[in-house]
Structure formats: C-alpha cells, structure tokens
C-alpha cells in the first residue's frame, strides 16, 4: 500500500429516504448506527480508529444541529 492509498478519505452516500430504511432495520439512530458499523473490532490500526471516532463525533454534532434546526432537539 503506497502512502497515498493510505490517505484516501471514503465516504458513503444514500438519500435521507436510505438512511431512514437503513436506520429502521437497525433499530437504531443513524449517528449510533454509523458508530457501531465504524468501530466494530476487526483488527483495525489505532490511528483508522482513532480518526473513524473524530469523524462519527462530527457527525453526531450534525445530526444534533438538524435536529435542533428542525425543532425536535432537546438540548
């Protein structure tokens, strides 16, 4: 794996009517599903977890802005 290969971002894109689908099969809120997809324990290097968290907490604070603009935030 060269350098560059290593510093690729990924990203995944559905419609909001995706995330709905998706979120409902889990049985879960995106932000807690996303979490638990991203960290799950597969021998992943420190530094892909440490940034998958930094990346999920952003999105966690999206997902809480929405919310709070959409007037069902609680905080």
């Known amino acids: 794996m060269t350098d560059r290969d290593s510093r690729l971002q990924r990203t995944v894109m559905a419609t909001d009517a995706e995330w ?6 889990a049985g879960m809120e995106l932000s807690r599903f996303i979490a638990q ?36 935030g609680g905080a």
Not at 20 to 25: K, L, M, N, S
Not at 37 to 45: F, G, H, S, V, Y
């Open 37 to 72: 997809r991203t960290l799950m324990p597969d021998a992943l290097p420190v530094e892909v977890l440490r940034r998958a968290v930094r990346e999920v907490l952003v999105l966690t604070r999206l997902e809480e802005r929405h919310l709070r603009e959409a007037g069902a």
């Open 20 to 25: 709905e689908r998706i979120t409902r099969a």
